[in-house]
Structure formats: C-alpha cells, structure tokens
C-alpha cells in the first residue's frame, strides 16, 4: 500500500507500487515462508532506491520476522 500522505501524485504512487509488486514476485516465492499473508508498506524512498536494495530490504525483514524459508 502507499498512502496519499506518502506520495502526492498517482504516478508516483503507482511506480512505488510497482516496484514493490516486482521485489515481492522476485523474493517471496523463494524465501518466504508458505501459507502467510504480507502487507509491503511503501515509503518515499521506494521510487529512488535501487532495486537490489529493495530486495535485499525484504529478504531483512523476512529473516527479522522469523519467516525465511
């Protein structure tokens, strides 16, 4: 989700949204835990941040919330 307060414009919106959509396709089928639902909250600097990172974002959060495969 990204809110209005996040990001004043549709476009951007769309395009954190996007982002976060392709790092969550490239990770979660294969590190993610099977039969949990994840909500991916975008910021800001999800626009402009590199999408390695953004990936690697996510592999962190998954191993802090205990769901790695």
């Known amino acids: 989700t990204v809110t209005k307060k996040t990001e004043k414009t549709a476009v951007g919106r769309n395009r954190i949204k996007r ?17 949990h639902d994840y909500v991916l909250i975008g910021k800001a600097a999800g626009a402009k941040r590199p999408f ?8 962190w959060c998954l191993k802090k919330l205990d769901c790695l495969k």
């Open 52 to 59: 390695e990172d953004l990936c690697n974002d996510l592999k």
């Open 19 to 35: 982002r976060l959509r392709a790092a969550a396709t490239a990770i979660l089928p294969l590190h993610a835990k099977e039969g």
